[in-house]
């Protein structure tokens, strides 16, 4: 269909939506801040979430990022930005009958038992909606919005131009490489069927996981922009937030190996762990939904990563520099090295504790932001550091489950379960089993 294509005229389209959509809301923050007029915060971020839900695509995904991490923005924006991740505004039928025939002919309907008019769920490139199978299967079918590949490239083009214009001022770290990471998982993310074999994959990864579970696609009724699966039921994480101390620390035990069994038994992440992702049952399992933004490492990296750990646990100077280096920072001088190693030691801070505590102990997610702060001063001062590739959702991954595990105010003995999955790590038998999987899927090697 053309009009699924990346056009000028799409994108034109798209730059037009984003000036409408969010100009008047700045212009009036604006008027509150050259003019003295009472802003009402609460309506404010209210009418900034249906702004940027209805504009669907990247812009939509930096709220979501920004909203799972706690302390980040004022309480009423948290609030209603991570309603989207769940409760973005969805598209209405008319939209859904035209996306189900184009994808499964006219006759899509005879395909299923039933199907859901209104959205279970909608986000930033598409929406679910609940069906039943032909043999009677609950399924979830997972609709791409129109227009999405024009969205995306008009989208990431605006946010070169902002990057741009950031490093002209900053210099503490260049995003070039980070906008060309942002780029390629937004782009694997229109791919439907992608997602189906990163799918097929972690089912393969986490089978002998007893409380996560990945559901199960269904070939025949998806293709590119329409991804069919078994319905997967929970209840979203924020609900298990008052439950006992004992339940909120056997969920953050799951969701840590949900999330790093992957990464150090085969080199692979989930990129995008923010809480609309995955639904939580009644014994705590995890229910992985969405799997459209994965990364696959070399193990070499994942190798840096133990190494690193390693480094902070020992004093170990040298072993730190290999591990940046084998990363792929450059022009490492030692004060750079001091640098990276402040934001290092926050980040492995938990795991260099053998006893039971929290993800943070400040409780509060403003000391992370302090920490990064002082990093990025520092870097600046330094002339500033170019951020791998590989780097950027390895950092997005720890920082957004941290954020999962201070919500639930989780209290856990992260140094044991780091060692249970690094005991007898072995590079080459990960690049073999890596190698195994990822054929098995139907997926190509780390880039």
Known sequence: MADERNTLAGRVRRYVRVSSSVGGLAARLGAGRVFGATLDRGRFAADLRLALGG????????????????????????????????????????????????????????????????????????????????????????????????????????????????????????PSRIHDEIAARLREELDYDLEARHMRLYGAMLGGQKHVRVPHVIPELSTRRLLTMTWMGGRPLIAYVGDTQEQ?????????????????????????????????????TVNLLDFGCVR????????????????????????????????????????????????????????????????????????????ASRVHARLRELGGVTVPREFVFMDRAAIGLGSVFLHLKAEVNWHRLFHELIKGFDAGQLARRQKAALEAAGLAGPE
């Open 248 to 284: 909120r620390n056997r969920l953050a035990r799951n969701m840590f190996r949900a999330w790093y069994v992957p990464f150090y038994s085969y080199g692979v992440i989930h990129g995008d762990p923010h809480l609309g992702n995955y639904k939580v049952a009644a014994d705590m």
């Open 296 to 371: 696959k490492f070399r193990p070499a990296f994942v190798r840096g990563v133990i190494d690193l750990y390693w480094a902070l646990e020992r004093g170990d100077r040298a072993l730190a520099v290999h591990a940046y280096e084998t990363w792929g920072f450059t022009g490492l001088t030692n004060a750079v090295i001091d640098t990276l190693n402040l934001w290092a030691e926050y980040l492995y801070g938990p795991l260099l504790e053998d006893r039971p505590r929290r993800i943070q102990e400040a409780d509060t997610g403003l000391y992370g932001a302090r920490v």
């Open 55 to 174: 504009l669907k695509g990247p812009l939509m995904k930096v709220a979501q990022l920004l909203a799972t991490i706690p302390d980040a923005l004022p309480a009423e924006y948290a609030i209603e930005l991570a309603q989207l991740q769940a409760n973005a505004p969805a598209m209405g039928w008319p939209f859904v009958k035209r996306r189900m025939i184009a994808e499964l002919g006219p006759g899509w309907e005879s395909r299923f038992r039933a199907f859901t008019h209104e959205a279970a769920a909608a986000a930033s490139l598409g929406q679910v909606h609940e069906a039943t199978g032909r043999d009677g299967r609950a399924l979830a079918c997972k609709l791409q919005y129109p227009d999405m590949a024009s969205a995306v490239e008009a989208d990431l083009a605006q946010l070169r131009i902002v990057f741009a214009v950031y490093r002209r001022y900053d210099r503490a770290v260049d």
